[in-house]
């Protein structure tokens, strides 16, 4: 297997499934309301919240690899669109999971040697660190949303333990 295909395969595996965790975004959200997925808990970011950032960030990473300018501004990553309707919420879901499998193809389509320049700019190191680091905040959030999913189901079950 090649390096960029290894690479798309652990992402996709976050996202899909196959992974050391054994969690991956399919999964976790197939079964969350809209009104779940907007319930803050304690002080913690929503579910539909960290959805929206670890999407915010693969949108501009996708459009990069498509050829396009890197157009992204941290100070955005967290502004949601309201959710205010399943509709809403399995729109956000449907696009999470769509921009994964077509950055998993766009790094596939990558010439390995891509892998060490520059990503846009010096300052952001080269794909290959862009690459992990995107799999890895992405792989950080989902446990997040993991635990929120389960702080959200012992609530409502009553199970408090």
């Known amino acids: 297997m090649t390096l960029v295909k290894q690479i798309a395969k652990q992402w996709r595996d976050v996202y899909f499934g196959d992974n050391w965790t054994s969690v991956n975004f399919k999964n976790t959200l197939a079964n969350i309301s809209w009104k779940e997925a907007v319930t803050k808990v304690h002080n913690l970011n929503s579910i539909a919240s960290l959805v929206f950032h670890i999407n915010y960030y693969v949108n501009p990473v996708l459009k990069v690899l498509q050829g396009e300018p890197l157009n992204a501004s941290d100070k955005f990553s967290f502004q949601i669109p309201p959710i205010t309707s399943e509709g809403d919420w399995q729109k956000l879901v449907t696009k999470a999971l769509t921009e994964a499998e077509l950055l998993a193809e766009e790094i596939e389509k990558l010439d390995e ?49």
């Open 113 to 161: 040697s891509k892998l060490f320049e520059d990503f846009t700019d010096s300052k952001y190191g080269n794909y290959y660190r862009n690459l992990h680091g995107i799999t890895e905040h992405s792989h950080y959030h989902l446990g997040q949303i993991a635990l929120v999913k389960k702080i959200l189901n012992q609530t409502t079950s009553g199970n408090k333990g």
